[in-house]
């Protein structure tokens, strides 16, 4: 049976972090990495289910004896793990619900840093950072907007009983996803937008293309899990280094994009920020600041991740890894990759299929994701072999030139593909050294 979207996605943030952190102890890595996982998901659907209570809605039964007994022994998992080892930093670590029977300690060192309240994005988000503090952003919604602390006012902080949810696939809150279940459900952090903001939200959510992926009941559910921010001139909405909380898209105004202080970039209304730290939970890139009064929605990083990780940024989670392994790419910074990423396709080949036949205009640029390709010319014969990360296509691109070579599949290829345009485009910090290495120079045999 194919895995489903939720599926997939828990997959691959889990080989990610596999590969990202490449444990000497894979099983114990593993068990301290899903329990992580679980307390988060726990969390997240003790908040909802809370919110749903109060407004007079049960979203799930009571547990099945044997869905305890999972829950039980599965949360044991964690037990004795070393903090070092842990990934997911509990973005609740004041909420643990595990903290009243096993890790005290952490727990109690977590929240005394934090100092965080009980807010529901109050908590550290010490995600894959040990030992980085994090600084509160002046902007969190959360902090001091008193409408948000009347909404919230009905989220049951008990700790959780160790069953809570238990047993069920980690996709329940996939399944509450579900168009059929919106009628009875809502996030805990929801709140229904006004008309007005709803004109407004359309405009300029409209204009940014990571929503246009969203079904209408997704689409629904980020517009209202959405919160609005004024801010003024000169405030630092990110800084870099800190760890990630919000996404944010702009209404209206324009930021700036720093760098180790430099100015790299700005944006203005229609445009998004802050995806970074939240889908790679790392460190900030850069230093957001305003640079006329803004308007701006922030989005909490785990609506975010619930929901736009896996259908806007798709691509993003997709394309990593091939993008990191590629000798030629390794300059590019983080943000680049990302776009490089947002701007490639897939295409697959048989054996004996011509890629790219010499002579041909140039339209695109080629990764081999895995696969083996033979370079062949005209009264030369094979000139070159290219493999798994291996690329090709760029000298027409480059020099404005017909193709100089036929390239043909000799195994099974799957191929990433980038258009001239973004080749152009996205490319810039490698184009010196895709010139220094481009075969048809003289004196260069083959790559
Ligand atoms: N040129 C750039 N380099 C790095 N980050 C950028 C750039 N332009 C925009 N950004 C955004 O700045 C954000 C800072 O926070 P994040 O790292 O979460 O995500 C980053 C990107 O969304
Ligand atoms: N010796 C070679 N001569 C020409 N192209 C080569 C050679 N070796 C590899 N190639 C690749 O084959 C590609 C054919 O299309 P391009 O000319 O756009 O870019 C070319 C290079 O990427």
Not at 174 to 187: A, C, H, L, R, Y
Request: with cysteine; glycine share 8%; hydrophobic share 30%.
């Amino acid at each position: 049976m194919p895995l489903s979207d939720e599926q997939k996605l828990e997959y691959e943030l889990y080989q990610k972090e596999v590969e990202r952190h490449d444990p000497s102890d894979l099983l114990q890595f593993s068990a301290n990495y899903f329990n992580k996982r679980l307390e988060q998901q726990r969390q997240f659907m003790k908040n909802q289910e809370a919110f749903a209570m109060s407004k007079g809605i049960t979203l799930f039964g009571k547990p099945s004896r044997s869905e305890s007994v999972v829950a039980a022994s599965s949360s044991l998992g964690g037990k004795g793990c070393g903090e070092k080892d842990v990934l997911f930093k509990s973005p609740f670590a004041d909420q643990d619900p595990h903290s009243t029977h096993e890790n005290e300690n952490l727990s109690s060192e977590r929240s005394s840093q934090s100092g965080s309240g009980v807010g529901l994005f109050k908590g550290d988000f010490k995600v894959g950072m040990e030992g980085s503090k994090r600084v509160k952003s002046p902007l969190d919604p959360h902090s001091g907007n008193s409408g948000d602390s009347r909404r919230r006012g009905n989220v049951n902080h008990q700790p959780l009983p160790l069953n809570f949810n238990a047993g069920r696939r980690t996709s329940v809150s996939g399944e509450t996803f579900q168009p059929n279940n919106f009628d009875d459900w809502t996030p805990s952090h929801y709140s229904e937008k006004s008309e007005e903001q709803l004109k407004r939200l359309a405009k300029s959510i409209g204009r940014n293309f990571l929503f246009n992926k969203l079904d209408d009941d997704n689409k629904r559910l980020v517009i209202n899990s959405l919160e609005e921010k004024s801010v003024k001139k000169g405030t630092e909405i990110i800084k870099q280094g800190d760890e990630g909380d919000y996404f944010y898209v702009v209404e209206e105004g324009t930021v700036n994009y720093l760098v180790d202080n430099k100015l790299v970039n700005s944006s203005g209304a229609g445009t998004s920020f802050g995806e970074l730290a939240l889908m790679y939970n790392s460190p900030r890139v850069a230093t957001v600041v305003a640079a006329t009064d803004c308007i701006l929605w922030a989005l909490d990083r785990i609506t975010f991740r619930k929901i736009l990780l896996g259908s806007s940024f798709k691509k993003r989670l997709m394309y990593d890894e091939l993008l990191k392994s590629i000798p030629i790419l390794q300059s590019l910074t983080t943000y680049d990759r990302a776009k490089l990423a947002d701007a490639l396709d897939t295409e697959f080949y048989e054996p004996g299929q011509v890629i790219v036949h010499e002579g041909d205009v140039g339209e695109n640029f080629y990764l081999i994701e895995y696969g083996e390709c033979e370079v062949s010319k005209k009264g030369q014969g094979v000139v070159a072999q290219l493999k798994s990360h291996d690329y090709f296509g760029e000298v027409a691109l480059l020099n404005d030139l017909p193709r100089q070579a036929t390239v043909t599949a000799k195994t099974k290829t799957k191929v990433a593909t980038l258009g001239k345009s973004g080749f152009q485009r996205l490319l810039g910090p490698v184009v010196d050294v895709l010139k220094l290495n481009d075969p048809t120079r003289k004196g260069h045999d083959t790559k």
